[in-house]
């Protein structure tokens, strides 16, 4: 029924039904990751989380490809095997965060027995109460960005079938929801980690009423998401044909999609740690509402840009460029006048931004040389990337991006810093 009348795609029932076990999954994990973020063991739910991202990204490309090459590209059942590798990628997540659960277990609860201080007890209504406040504008921003998604969904087939024809109507619209979007999501899943990390840190730092600290965890959390975010929005921007090439050789189309929608990854990557600052400060409906505002942009620009000749499919790649610009900067905003922050935005960003730019003119040189000297596209492609991430790195301890305090806040921090000052990089 979804299939047919919601989304008017009636090729994508094996899709949802390939997908829907990711459901139950999902919603376990969720519970798990939430105790060990309440423990402050966030490196758990980071771990986990980068267990399903690297897993969904992998298991896609090879899915895709075996599919591909079985079925003669039969996009529908490409589709369905997209998905399906997102709930193995979800399955081995909750597999993994439910293991270390249960190995940890007992530990965990000698030390929650070890630290139990006589109090007076709280009414179960009273508990609910308090989690019910915090727990539903959270989930309301995560409903808000499923029905993000869903917009393409709902409006990239509806408006491009009566302009270019249902069938590249809908392999417009599967390029753009399987291989666009695990692409752009997956860096999304290493900055994650920032973002929950700041919400006890923040929130116990707030009760103290201690704001050097939440300036410092803050400026340090914002400077890593900026030096994950610019490389990998720049990259997929001037990789974009050769990254689909390379992962997907028997269906590389989708590189204008992807270039455009490059450019999500630094702006949703800056809102999700700035969400994690409001929420540890108190503002927990402000993420919700910032990220309505987005996807209502992102509705109108979806109707007015895809029915356009030349824009097409891109509109919706661009709209959802806005959507997410738009929640970045309300996010931000309500941030600056939450807390009295003794640090620039600005300052953060110009010299990870040079240093981007240098490291895209030189990978992107040495792409070209390698062609030059006969290299084959696909070899020329994986050099020029290992040599973005070679310079990037060198160029960022080159430049001393990271403060000193920077690196000892890092973890094994202090062990980095000391290889550094033996290196004679910093004194």
């Not at 530990?107 to 929650?112: A, V």
């Not at 300036?215 to 974009?240: E, Q």
């Not at 492609?381 to 040599?387: D, H, L, P, S, Y």
Request: glycine share 6%; net charge positive; hydrophobic share 50%.
């Amino acid at each position: 029924m979804i299939a047919n009348y919601w989304l008017q795609i009636p090729e994508a029932e094996y899709t949802l039904m390939t997908l829907s076990p990711a459901i139950f999954f999902v919603s376990i994990s969720s519970v798990i990751r939430g105790y060990f973020n309440g423990r402050q063991k966030m490196s758990a739910t980071a771990k986990s989380q980068t267990v399903e991202q690297v897993f969904k990204t992998t298991l896609t490309i090879i899915i895709v490809e075996i599919v591909a090459i079985c079925t003669n590209v039969n996009t529908e059942i490409m589709a369905a095997g997209a998905n399906l590798a997102t709930t193995f990628a979800t399955f081995l997540s909750f597999s993994y965060i439910f293991t270390l659960y249960k190995m940890n277990r007992k530990e965990e609860y000698k030390s929650i027995e070890e630290r139990k201080k006589p109090t007076s007890k709280e009414s179960a209504k009273s508990i609910i109460k308090k989690i019910l406040a915090v727990s539903i504008p959270i989930s309301l921003s995560s409903l808000i960005s499923a029905i993000n998604k869903n917009i393409d969904s709902v409006t990239v087939v509806r408006i491009l079938k009566p302009l270019i024809g249902e069938a590249t109507a809908k392999a417009k619209y599967g390029i753009l929801s399987s291989k666009v979007d695990i692409l752009t999501s997956m860096p999304l899943a290493f900055n994650i980690a920032f973002a929950t990390a700041l919400v006890p840190s923040i929130s116990g730092a707030r009760v103290k009423n201690d704001t050097e600290t939440i300036n410092k965890r803050l400026r340090l959390s914002l400077l890593i998401t900026i030096l994950i975010g610019l490389p990998c929005t720049f990259g997929m921007f001037i990789y974009a044909r050769q990254i689909l090439e390379l992962l997907f050789p028997n269906a590389s189309s989708g590189g204008t999609l992807l270039a455009i929608s490059a450019f999500t990854v630094i702006f949703t990557s800056l809102a999700q740690t700035i969400n994690g600052a409001l929420q540890g400060l108190g503002k927990i409906k402000v993420p919700a509402i910032a990220l309505g505002c987005g996807v209502f942009v992102k509705f109108i620009a979806n109707l007015l840009l895809i029915p356009i000749e030349g824009i097409y499919e891109n509109g919706a790649a661009i709209g959802s460029v806005l959507c997410h610009m738009v929640s970045f900067t309300i996010v931000y905003r309500v941030l600056k006048r939450t807390i009295q922050l003794d640090f620039s935005v600005s300052g953060l960003i110009v010299k990870p931004l040079v240093v981007t730019v240098m490291m895209s003119v030189i990978s992107y040189a040495i792409y070209q040389g390698s062609l030059i000297l006969g290299m084959s596209g696909t070899v020329a492609t994986i050099i020029g990337i290992a040599m973005a991430v070679i310079v990037y790195a060198i160029f960022v301890i080159l430049f001393k991006i990271l403060s000193k305090e920077d690196i000892e806040m890092l973890p094994n921090g202090e062990k980095m810093y000391r290889i550094l000052q033996k290196m004679k990089i910093y004194r």
